[in-house]
């Protein structure tokens, strides 16, 4: 199964476009768990077993887990995931981007150390950076494209002046995410939450490709808005899924031993919020 009928087969079963990320950071665990970074695999396994049911993805941020020296707490959360959520697909967010040879590295720690199915990628290092993930079929690969964070403006809204039409940088992106780039389709595209006009402009470039769209939550992005602008269905069938992410505000919902009960009413709610916001 690919990435693609992984991701449209889970959002389907648990009518969810909701991902849950996983940024565990032992300074904000309950009391019993609390700065003990040997527990990140307890903390996060956790809260799977609170939200498999409502979730299209899982999105493990790498940098909470090296961090803390906790790369063998991420295989075995992923060996977890497997049995916990069998068929929920796993983004594994390193945002890598580097010369093919060292791509290729990266490739084989997302995909065979970590067996994620998908991985977030920096374009900005141009085709030869992101060709080696796309040898990997049925793996996905996530542009950054126009990122949910306010610096996001300073290269990403920079106008390209030699490129016909002169689109700005994210659109350029998005248009060879959608055409050139996309050898086998399994790009997709990771657009902020935080700018639901951006959304739009990215789905109308990048009719098909999902998009990744983190900042609901803890970064304030509007969750409705952001379904309007980047979900496209033809009656019940999704031609342009999305695959909305929220982190803090669903691991960290409560400081207390409650944590991932608190953990499943957040993401439920969110997971209604979104469903609730689609136009057929
Ligand atoms: O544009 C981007 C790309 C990636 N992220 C990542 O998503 C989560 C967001 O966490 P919240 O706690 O829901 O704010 C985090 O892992 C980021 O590294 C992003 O925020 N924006």
Redesign the pocket.
Known sequence: MTFIDQLQAATRDNASLLCV?L?PDPAKFPAHLKNDASRIHDFCAAIVDATADLVCAF?P?IAYFAAHRAEDQLERLVAHMRRAAPGVPVIL?AKRGDIGATAEQYAIEAFERFGADAV?LSPFMGFDSVEPYLRRHGKGAFL?CR???PG?DDLQAQRLSSVAGQPLLYEHVARLAQGPWNLNGQLGL?V?ATYPAEIARVRELAPTLPLLI??????GGDATATVRAGLRLQGDAITGPIVV?????ILYASAGDDFAAAARQAALKTRDQLHAARIG
Request: hydrophobic share 20%; glycine share 20%.
């Open positions: 990320g940024d999105k941020q967010d977030t950054l990122t949910s964070n996001g990771v902020g983190p900042g609901v939550g803890a970064q992410n929220s982190s803090r505000a």
